[in-house]
């Protein structure tokens, strides 16, 4: 009777352990994968819809004709300061928001999401998910 027992709260005490959600750690990096994914995905259709042709030969393949000249870019310095305004923005993006995560990351490993956020607020999301 006692091994029954035993068994019955080994069963339960491993079925309490599928039931709890995983903490925002694996939601964070789900998030970051999917934002990153749709990120690459969105460039990727803007470079294959630029109608520009990036050389010569590929202007020369597209209209089956003989290319006589090229023009290229000429950037003024301000121009190129400009470029390099957005260049830097983007990066400082993209760093912002590797710390962000990892600022996130670990306030949840040292400190526990149980403790930054009442559990009413962790129970609400949940039901609104499941929901």
């Given at each position: 009777?006692?091994?029954?027992?035993?068994?019955?709260?080994?069963?339960?005490?491993?079925?309490?352990r599928?039931?709890?959600?995983?903490?925002?750690?694996?939601?964070?990096?789900?998030?970051?994968?999917?934002?990153?994914?749709?990120?690459?995905?969105f460039?990727?259709?803007?470079?294959?819809v630029?109608?520009?042709?990036?050389?010569?030969?590929?202007?020369?393949?597209?209209?089956?004709?003989?290319?006589?000249?090229?023009?290229?870019?000429?950037?003024?310095?301000?121009?190129?300061?400009?470029?390099?305004?957005?260049?830097?923005?983007?990066?400082?993006?993209?760093?912002?928001?590797?710390?962000?995560?990892?600022?996130?990351?670990?306030?949840?490993?040292?400190?526990?999401?149980?403790?930054?956020?009442?559990?009413?607020?962790?129970?609400?999301?949940?039901?609104?998910?499941?929901?």
């Amino acid at each position: 009777m006692n091994d029954l027992r035993d068994r019955l709260q080994e069963l339960a005490d491993g079925y309490a352990r599928v039931m709890v959600p995983p903490g925002p750690a694996a939601a964070l990096a789900g998030v970051l994968l999917v934002a990153v994914a749709a990120g690459a995905s969105f460039a990727f259709v803007l470079v294959h819809v630029n109608e520009c042709f990036a050389d010569p030969t590929q202007l020369r393949r597209a209209f089956n004709l003989p290319v006589l000249g090229t023009v290229s870019a000429v950037q003024s310095p301000g121009q190129r300061t400009w470029r390099l305004a957005e260049v830097s923005t983007f990066a400082g993006g993209c760093a912002l928001l590797v710390a962000a995560y990892g600022m996130i990351l670990l306030a949840e490993t040292q400190v526990g999401w149980s403790n930054l956020v009442p559990a009413e607020v962790t129970s609400a999301f949940y039901e609104a998910v499941r929901s």
